[in-house]
């Protein structure tokens, strides 16, 4: 079993919604900082969104702000994207990843973060 699997991904029209999950296996999710991430085809791969360990920090890009909201359930060990007011440009491939870090906040750097899923295809239709 991958240690991070992301889903709920899939086709969805401009406007509507979606709700990934990121399930985690072999790490104790509340240690950890989580961000999600996106990669559109030709294009570089983005932060989207991330929660510190201890759920006191959360950041969003400026492009999802409003739209998305990242929550965790430690006890289940998942965390999740709500994605809201979907739109084209929000197509790509989602990511989950993790990284121990013994600072309260969370970035949503993708260079920072250790381990990752591989991701689940969003595709928003105008």
């Known amino acids: 079993q991958l240690p991070l699997v992301e889903s709920g991904g899939g086709l969805v029209q401009s406007g509507g919604s979606l709700r990934l999950s990121c399930a985690v296996s072999?790490?104790?999710?509340?240690?950890?900082?989580v961000g999600w991430f996106r990669q559109a085809p030709g294009k570089e791969r983005e932060g989207v969104s991330c929660?510190?360990?201890?759920?006191?920090?959360?950041q969003y890009a400026d492009s999802v702000k409003g739209r998305f909201a990242i929550s965790r359930d430690t006890a289940r060990n998942m965390a999740f994207l709500q994605m809201n007011s979907l739109k084209p440009e929000d197509t790509g491939v989602y990511f989950c990843?993790?990284?121990?870090?013994?600072?309260?906040?969370?970035?949503?750097?993708?260079?920072?973060?250790?381990?990752w899923g591989r991701g689940t295809q969003v595709t928003v239709s105008s």
């Open positions: 990843a993790i990284v121990e870090t013994p600072g309260s906040a969370c970035e949503i750097d993708p260079r920072v973060y250790a381990f």
């Open positions: 072999e790490f104790t999710l509340a240690y950890y900082n």
């Open positions: 929660i510190s360990y201890g759920g006191g920090a959360i």
